[in-house]
């Protein structure tokens, strides 16, 4: 199944659900830091609600960046998104391999930490950008955001996220955003919380094969969903460049820059997003500083 992005309607409109699947791009995030499992699946669920919560911006000129920094043992993850959703990010620690939890489970929680913050910086062309910080609740993500998405942004809903991972790599990944309409019926809501306990985790619908509207039918329990929106691919894609890292070189200032050149004659630059590699000979580097800084 291709990765996608769809965008229901349920109970005549009274309920917003978005459904995802994530394997490629979670894949791809693996592929390029090289992630140990337990980090797969902790990046990968972030990958998921970020593709989700980018699309939700109106422009792709927009950006959100979400980071979480927990008291675990991976440190401080962040992701960065237009509304596309085009996302990039890293780990501070992609390495990490802990025990699996009592559930025989990767142990994202314990990865993540339950001490710590969420963070959400929202460019939307505004003079200054949304920012919203919620303390972490659980470590697992999908608990995290529901907690985010009620308390910063007065808007309850479900998150649910999930990554399998196997010895070849990401099996699958996905995830889902249900929030109620304020003129959703109690009943509803009722019927609606029903259907999400007894649908179960969404890797093991993933697992099975269904379909993202099979899922929205299942979580939601009303087979008449309305399909709204069913073109969004997330993709994870860097817009790093050599004149980007030529600019960093600039912002390290006149000094330190001369001594790179004196000491080392060369700079290697690694993008922190995709791992690619740019290197700038003594030329290069004395050139930068003529034109940027020795004036």
């Known amino acids: 199944m291709q990765d996608k992005i769809i965008k229901f309607l349920a109970y005549n409109g009274k309920v917003s659900v978005i459904c995802a699947n994530t394997k490629e791009l979670v894949e791809e995030a693996r592929k390029i830091h090289d992630l140990s499992p337990v980090v797969t699946a902790a990046f990968g669920r972030l990958l998921t609600i970020?593709?989700?919560?980018?699309?939700?911006?109106?422009?792709?000129?927009?950006?959100?960046?979400?980071?979480?920094?927990?008291?675990?043992?991976?440190?401080?993850?962040?992701?960065?998104?237009?509304?596309?959703?085009?996302?990039?990010?890293?780990?501070?620690?992609?390495?990490?391999?802990?025990?699996?939890?009592?559930?025989?489970?990767?142990?994202?929680?314990?990865?993540?930490?339950?001490?710590?913050?969420?963070?959400?910086?929202?460019?939307?062309?505004l003079k200054d950008p949304y920012v919203g910080i919620c303390p972490l609740v659980s470590g697992e993500i999908a608990e995290d955001f529901a907690n985010y998405f009620r308390d910063s942004e007065q808007k309850p809903s479900a998150v649910a996220l999930g990554v399998l991972v196997d010895k070849n790599g990401v099996k699958?990944?996905?995830?889902?955003?249900?929030?109620?309409?304020?003129?959703?019926?109690?009943?509803?809501?009722?019927?609606?919380?029903?259907?999400?306990?007894?649908?179960?985790?969404?890797?093991?619908?993933?697992?099975e094969k269904l379909s993202l509207k099979?899922?929205?039918?299942?979580?939601?329990?009303?087979?008449?969903?309305?399909?709204?929106?069913?073109?969004?691919?997330?993709?994870?894609?860097?817009?790093?460049?050599?004149?980007?890292?030529?600019?960093?070189?600039?912002?390290?200032?006149?000094?330190?820059?001369?001594?790179i050149i004196e000491q080392d004659g060369k700079a290697e630059l690694v993008c922190h997003f995709c791992n690619k590699k740019?290197?700038?000979?003594?030329?290069?580097?004395?050139?930068?500083?003529?034109k940027n800084i020795d004036k």
């Open 214 to 259: 099979e899922i929205a039918i299942k979580v939601t329990g009303d087979k008449d969903v309305k399909v709204i929106q069913d073109n969004i691919i997330p993709e994870y894609k860097c817009d790093c460049s050599k004149d980007n890292m030529a600019k960093a070189l600039v912002a390290i200032g006149k000094k330190d820059l001369q001594e």
């Open 278 to 290: 740019y290197n700038f000979s003594k030329e290069e580097l004395c050139e930068i500083l003529v």
């Open 50 to 125: 970020t593709a989700i919560m980018g699309n939700e911006m109106k422009s792709e000129k927009n950006k959100l960046t979400v980071k979480i920094n927990g008291n675990g043992p991976i440190g401080t993850m962040l992701v960065t998104t237009n509304n596309v959703p085009e996302l990039k990010g890293y780990v501070s620690e992609p390495h990490v391999d802990i025990p699996l939890n009592e559930f025989k489970k990767l142990d994202v929680g314990g990865a993540v930490g339950t001490n710590g913050y969420i963070n959400i910086i929202k460019d939307i062309g």
């Open 172 to 207: 699958e990944s996905g995830g889902y955003l249900i929030t109620p309409m304020p003129d959703a019926t109690e009943e509803e809501i009722f019927k609606l919380e029903q259907s999400i306990f007894k649908a179960g985790a969404i890797s093991k619908m993933l697992d």
